[in-house]
């Protein structure tokens, strides 16, 4: 029996976490949910997952939650960065799906990660932020991080059973989101309601605009060069609309391995709970008879900048990648209210990053200032139009 914590579980990811859960209860047991604001998602899943521990974001959810459940038996609460990281260093768990979105995340994760267990990486963020100091704490605590982004995923079963100096790069294919196609000029006009339009996957909102803008792959190659310490230059991404594809791993022979099924967070989410098996018909079968159109294409970071961004952010280091995460936080959670256009979300990112010198990433406190100052400048340059 594997005791599981999810971090973000009234998210797409957690919610589909807790379908794999609930799928298996023989193997697999919730002794932690958190969740930001959601009170009622998270009173269903509590009641009916009936977890250790749960926590959320803030007092208010804290009180609505501890009213909601009287005073009769129930989880240990709490509420705050603190509450839901202590739950992510729960005794008992084995394995934390760390599926917060955003800087949100990392704190928790690195609480994980410090108690030693086993992470279902989801949140991007941790190692965009704070790749080189999450990994150095996981080296020194024991702990291990699962790739569950898709991409990620597929990568991790390309290279079962391969030596690194057998690759010769790794391809993540991104579905090049609802505006493929399209050009800059075209994208002017376009609203957060046409972007939340994602052709293939249902995700959270911000994941959603990050793959309109292509910033989703950015952070996944920044992701990638972490999770599977590659050079950038060894890290391409390639635009495949149908997204049966994955990623793939080109071997030195010019050999490449796919990983290819429906596009499910439900695969990816499994396999990081059951590795190294794999569970009984998670996903729905590939009808590979109907797949005769799979396509392929560059690219285009003249309309798509945001690729290019986080490229300069990996090259720049140190503190870099940190501020491109902040500053597209801020210009995507604008993008949302409807306080600036779709282009403005690179200008935005650019301008921080042109403005930001970068300093060694080895320092928890460095990087958080790194990330607090971007943020209020990205602010303030949304502010004045
Ligand atoms: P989501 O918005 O659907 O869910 C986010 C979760 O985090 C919710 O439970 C929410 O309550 C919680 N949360 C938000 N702010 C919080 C805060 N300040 N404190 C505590 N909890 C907070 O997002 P999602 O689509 O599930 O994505 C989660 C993460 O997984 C992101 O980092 C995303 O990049 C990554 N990811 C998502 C998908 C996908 O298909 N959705 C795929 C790959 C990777
Ligand atoms: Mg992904």
Known sequence: MKNIVILGSTGSIGRSALEVIARFPERFRVVGLTAGRNVPLLLEQIRRFTPEVAAVADEVSLRAVQEALGSGKGPELRCGVEGISSAAAAEHAHVVISAIVGAAG??????????????????KETLVMAGP??????????????????????????????RKEEIKRILLTASGGPFIGKTAKELETVSAEDALRHPNWSMGRKITIDSATLMNKGLEVIEARYLFDLPPAMIEVLIHPQSIIHSMVEFTDNSCIAQLSKPDMKGPIAYALSYPERLDAVLEPLAWETLAGLTFMRPDTAAFPCLALAYDALHAGGTMPAVLNAANEAAVAAFLEGAVGFNKIPAIIRKIMDGHTVQPADDLAVVLDA???AREEARKLIARG
């Open 106 to 123: 990392l704190m928790p994760t690195l609480a994980a990660i410090r108690a030693g267990k086993t992470i279902a990486l989801a949140n």
């Open 133 to 162: 100091i999450a990994l150095a704490e996981a080296q020194r605590c024991g702990a291990l991080l699962f790739p569950t982004d898709s991409e990620h995923s597929a990568i991790f079963q390309c290279l079962r059973g391969y």
């Open 371 to 373: 990330d607090r100052r």
